[in-house]
């Protein structure tokens, strides 16, 4: 299984996931915790650390829900930033 795989990433899944010895790490790459803020980075890795020690199923769903949020929030204001940017230099030319 493909850590970067994210298509069948789902509370199950996550619940599967905790039972390894290195659940954190596997659980944050299957998140696209990279692909996030630093601010938002750092959030999400507590909060896979606490749903690994607790293992409650509710909290693997929202804990899925809230990192795909934060990657699509992310992209959205780097595809702002650089919108911006290539206007910017249009206009400089």
Do not use: C, F, L, Y
């Given at each position: 299984m493909n850590p970067k795989d994210n298509t069948d990433l789902n509370a199950t899944t996550l619940l599967a996931l905790r039972?390894?010895?290195d659940a954190v790490r596997v659980i944050t790459e299957r998140l696209?915790?990279?692909?996030?803020?630093?601010?938002?980075?750092?959030?999400t890795k507590h909060e896979v650390r606490a749903f690994v020690e607790s293992g409650d199923a509710k909290?693997?769903?929202t804990l899925i829900?809230?990192?795909h949020d934060r990657v699509a929030?992310?992209?959205?204001?780097?595809?702002k930033m650089t919108q911006r940017?290539?206007?910017?230099?249009?206009?400089?030319?």
């Open positions: 039972q390894g010895s696209k915790v990279k692909e996030m803020g630093p601010a938002d980075h750092i959030r909290a693997a769903e829900k809230q990192a929030a992310t992209q959205t204001v780097t595809n940017q290539q206007r910017s230099q249009r206009m400089g030319e």
